[in-house]
């Protein structure tokens, strides 16, 4: 390397081994800063659809950054036309930009949409899901497919991945404590380096296990 400054992503892998190292036989849930965060529901933009949308050209404006670095959500929100003509209004864009667009819904705000049903997914895997208009103040478009309940899933990178012994794609529990306490019995792992340890659910799970209340957070193999 031609350069002084150590990258910080080694840094901090090594701030994590040397913690590591010092935890020794410690529970795993003591090892890391586990980030339990309900996601509201939202939109992924395609560059063609935020054209038509938005305006040919138009960059999103990051709004305030998210957990996941590089993530944040815009200050750009589009009006969402469900089957019977119900909406939802400013649903929020997160950026940055994806390859094809995509809108996560919790089921409340399905139902309250129109829809009686719309498929859990991992972020990204929609073959066969369900479309809907969307509206901008450039314009409208109807997406093909893309509305999903995202999947509760854990984001970690290889480090966390290899302290909890998991592995891309497998399942993870997590329990919540509490006077209604939840177990959430699938919550797909997801690794990547980038990621910092984090769990994303949505607001009809945070509300259903009272994630702002929790005190007792554990994340179990
Ligand atoms: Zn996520």
Redesign the pocket.
């Known amino acids: 390397m031609h350069t002084n400054t150590l990258d910080r992503g080694i840094v901090e892998k090594i701030v994590r081994e040397v913690v590591l190292k010092r935890i020794g036989a410690r529970p795993p849930n003591a090892a890391f800063t586990l980030a339990v965060h309900a996601s509201a529901r939202h939109m992924h933009v395609s560059r063609e659809h935020l054209d038509i949308l938005y305006g040919p050209g138009h960059e999103l404006t990051p709004d305030r950054p998210l957990y ?1 670095e590089g993530n944040y959500a815009a200050k750009e929100t589009v009006t969402l036309i469900g089957p019977r003509s119900r909406v939802i209004s400013n649903l929020r864009i997160l950026g940055p930009m994806r390859k094809e667009s995509q809108i996560e819904l919790a089921f409340t705000d399905a139902i309250g949409l129109g829809f009686d049903n719309i498929p859990i997914r991992l ?1 990204g895997n929609i073959e066969g899901t369900p479309g809907a208009h969307v509206m901008g103040p450039n314009g409208m478009v109807e997406l093909q497919r893309g509305l999903i309940r995202a999947a509760i ?1 854990v ?1 970690m990178n290889p480090t966390e991945a290899a302290f909890y012994g998991v592995k891309q794609a497998d399942l993870m529990k997590l329990r919540i404590g509490g006077d209604a306490e939840v177990i959430f019995q699938r919550v797909h792992v997801r690794i990547d380096p980038n990621s910092r340890l984090n769990v ?1 659910m949505d607001t009809d799970e945070a509300n259903a296990c009272g994630l702002h209340l929790a005190r007792e957070i554990e994340l179990l193999k």
């Open positions: 996941q972020s899933h984001h994303h």
